[in-house]
């Protein structure tokens, strides 16, 4: 495999992570009240458009084709999250589920950081790595 071959699969790995991040706040803004919390769940979900838009960019850029869908696994977590909450979760549970998201998140940024990136890349995912975090404390503050 390329090393170009393999920076934009690693590059699609994380930008499925950001699409199951936006259908995971989706959700989360559906079910809570709080307008104070469904704010922050807002602002996060920016955060991970702003990602998307950057990597989407980045591996169009370097020759590649971004994976703009949820595909199986992304639709599989859904389910689960969906099941996981019920019907009628309280904010707490909510918030907990979203900062539980937020670090798979940023564990999967990691991963893809250590792979063999070229620097541009590299430094992408950091910048996705450090909104992902911003977000977890903005989340703690909720709780």
Do not use: W
């Not at 996060?44 to 020759?63: C, S, V």
């Amino acid at each position: 495999m390329s090393h170009n071959t393999e920076t934009i699969e690693s590059l699609n790995e994380l930008l499925q992570g950001e699409y199951m991040a936006i259908e995971s706040f989706n959700n989360f803004i559906s079910r809570v009240d709080d307008d104070r919390v469904k704010d922050c769940f807002k602002d996060i979900q920016q955060k991970h458009r702003k990602n998307i838009d950057k990597l989407a960019t980045y591996i169009q850029d370097i020759g590649g084709q971004p994976n703009e869908s949820l595909g199986m696994k992304g639709k599989m977590g859904e389910m689960q999250l969906n099941m996981s909450l019920g019907s009628k979760a309280d904010t707490g549970a909510i918030v907990e589920k979203a900062i539980e998201g937020e670090v798979k998140g940023v564990n999967m940024a990691e991963k893809v950081l250590r792979g063999n990136l070229d620097d541009k890349s590299r430094d992408l995912t950091g910048e996705v790595l450090e909104r992902d975090r911003e977000s977890i404390d903005m989340l703690r503050r909720l709780i």
